[in-house]
């Protein structure tokens, strides 16, 4: 099972591997609170269009399709998570944003979809 979380909300031990899927660090947040197994920055949107979707949710449906088209040249990256979902049961992608038409939603969609756009 995959799910996805606040970097905000408590660690529980439902969790699992927790993997940051966020290009900056959390502010705020230490290491030790943040509790996270693994931090996949290369797996976040690039600058230019996490810049460009700046949580406007009119543009939600565009960012999932421009996102979608970074994540293929990315596959080994995403197997990364799958690999883990096999081997701990259970995955969660931390991210730190407030809107929840998020890149963590974005990739959790476009993995249950087995990578199709």
Known sequence: MIKIKNVHLPKEAEDGFR???????????????????????????????RKWYSHDESKWNEFKIRYY???????????TIIAEEKKNKTVTLVFSSKSPLNNAQALLEYIQKGGQT
């Open 19 to 49: 993997i940051l899927v966020d290009r900056l660090w959390p502010r705020g947040i230490t290491k030790q609170k943040a509790s996270i197994d693994l931090w996949l920055k290369d797996l976040a949107p690039s600058d230019k269009l």
């Open 69 to 79: 088209k970074e994540l293929q040249t990315k596959q080994s990256i995403v197997d």
